[in-house]
């Protein structure tokens, strides 16, 4: 994996560069992408993907799911009841 993005703020200054890869880099700045030394990636952009055809088979298993459940099953659980929350004591907590 080659990490380039001369764009990109978090890509300056590197002062220590093994953390600047761990904590700074984003998928935003793999540059290339080697895998059984094949490009997989290159200039940010996939390689070798059709990914409109790839998107149109999301598409379609979206499609089936919600037929398959049914429109109210679907709204459920794109649109989960969130338990309500409540605060806990905490004796350390500072109140004033």
Do not use: C
Not at 8 to 31: E, I, K, N, T
């Amino acid at each position: 994996m080659l990490i380039k993005n001369d764009a990109s703020p978090a890509m300056f200054p590197v002062l220590h560069p093994y953390g600047h890869v761990v904590y700074q880099a984003q998928r935003g700045d793999v540059h290339t992408v080697l895998v059984g030394g094949k490009v997989v990636k290159q200039d940010g952009k996939l390689v070798g993907v059709d990914l409109a055809a790839a998107r149109a088979k999301v598409g379609a298993t979206v499609d089936h799911l919600r037929e398959t459940m049914g429109e109210d099953l679907w709204a459920r659980g794109m649109n989960p009841e969130i338990p309500e929350s409540r605060i806990l004591h905490n004796p350390y907590q500072y109140t004033k």
